[in-house]
């Protein structure tokens, strides 16, 4: 089992920065690939990046690239959402998620937090 609390989200202005952060529990975390996944309202839910285990491998949305720069720190349990250049459209509740496996954690991750809410003021 994997527990996952996520905060840092807030208001911002665009342009602006802000930077995520998720505390996992469990002491398998480093065997979990890790993403964020975020929900704008009246929008489907849609995975921003993703990370491998080892911190190897990483896959960003279209929407994000060149902004957004997820890393993880396998001694703190924690993974970390670097946004840059915010955007209006970048306004959603973002959620941490966790899986075993790669190929999952950009679709249907298996763990997820609660959310926080990131809102870019235009």
């Known amino acids: 089992q994997v527990q996952l609390v996520e905060s840092g989200g807030g208001l911002v202005q665009a342009g602006g920065s802000l930077r995520l952060s998720c505390a996992a529990s469990g002491r398998t975390f480093s065997t979990y690939a890790m993403g964020w996944f975020r929900q704008a309202p009246g929008k489907e839910c849609e995975s921003v990046p993703a990370i491998s285990w080892s911190g190897g491998s990483t896959r960003y949305a279209d929407s994000v690239k060149g902004r957004f720069t997820i890393s993880r720190d396998n001694s703190k349990n924690t993974v970390y959402l670097q946004m840059n250049s915010l955007k209006p459209e970048d306004t959603a509740v973002y959620y941490c998620?966790?899986?075993?496996?790669?190929?999952?954690?950009?679709?249907?991750?298996?763990?997820w937090g609660q959310g926080t809410q990131v809102t870019v003021s235009s």
């Open positions: 998620t966790a899986d075993p496996a790669f190929n999952r954690i950009y679709t249907v991750p298996g763990y």
